[in-house]
């Protein structure tokens, strides 16, 4: 979890095979080259969108976007109150 106010990004593996793929925070300067060594059939999603028929030696790199975007709360949203909420912190009982 980031709190909002951080600048920064997340790359988080889709259904790791092993429990040391785990998700990373990065800086939002950082630079993150991917790099295809093996497998068959491998292929890459970002957001939803699938870049399709990735061979050997294949580079991907990810860097910040240059637009960015802000969200809207309403009136009296906190965000640590929507972890609480949502992630049940403090409900007490077992």
């Known amino acids: 979890m980031l709190h909002p106010s951080l600048r920064g990004w997340v790359m988080v593996p889709i259904a790791p095979h092993t429990l040391s793929n785990r998700p990373i925070v ?35 790199l990810v860097t910040r976007a240059e637009h960015s975007v802000r969200f809207l ?3 009296g949203w906190s965000y640590f109150a929507t972890l609480r909420k949502k992630l049940r912190w403090n409900e007490g009982g077992s």
């Open 73 to 75: 709360h309403p009136r």
């Open 26 to 60: 990065l800086s939002d300067s950082a630079e993150i080259a991917i790099v295809v060594v093996g497998g068959r059939d491998v292929s890459a999603n970002f957001d939803m969108q699938s870049i399709a028929r990735l061979l050997h030696g294949d580079r991907i």
